[in-house]
Nanobody, 129 residues
Framework: QVQLVESGGGSVQAGGSLRLTCAAS????????MAWFRQAPGKEREGVAYISGGGGGWIIYVDSVKGRFTISRDNAKNTVYLQMNSLKPEDTAMYYCAATRVWAVVPGSELSDNRYNYWGQGTQVTVSS
């Protein structure tokens, strides 16, 4: 089993920045690919960013966050980060960390939530205009 705990959410004004942290524990290692998802009230869960296992050389972003968000990982700390800059009100959502059991998922499915085996409880991000 893998446990994921997110932190770093909060309330910021548009244009501000936040860094989310996902700490993994349990039967995990640097081989798991991981991702960040978000869900706004009344909307479906959306994949935001993906990073492959190992050195994290394969990274995917949803179009709406490209150039603003950066996903990274520190395998020594079993931690994945999401640096969010130039935040917009439409980024307001609960953000979830997710992990797979594999090094990399099938290309094209990186932001599909059905690829992920483990989920955190989420951290709220609120961006005001």
């Amino acid at each position: 089993q893998v446990q994921l705990v997110e932190s770093g959410g909060g309330s910021v004004q548009a244009g501000g920045s936040l860094r989310l942290t996902c700490a993994a524990s349990g039967n995990t290692g640097s081989t798991n690919s991981m991702a960040w998802f978000r869900q706004a009230p009344g909307k479906e869960r959306e994949g935001v960013a993906y990073i492959s296992g190992g050195g994290g050389g394969w990274i995917i972003y949803v179009d709406s966050v490209k150039g603003r968000f950066t996903i990274s990982r520190d395998n020594a700390k079993n931690t994945v980060y999401l640096q969010m800059n130039s935040l917009k009100p439409e980024d307001t959502a609960m953000y979830y960390c997710a992990a797979t059991r594999v090094w990399a998922v099938v290309p094209g499915s990186e932001l599909s939530d059905n690829r992920y085996n483990y989920w955190g409880q989420g951290t709220q991000v609120t961006v005001s205009s």
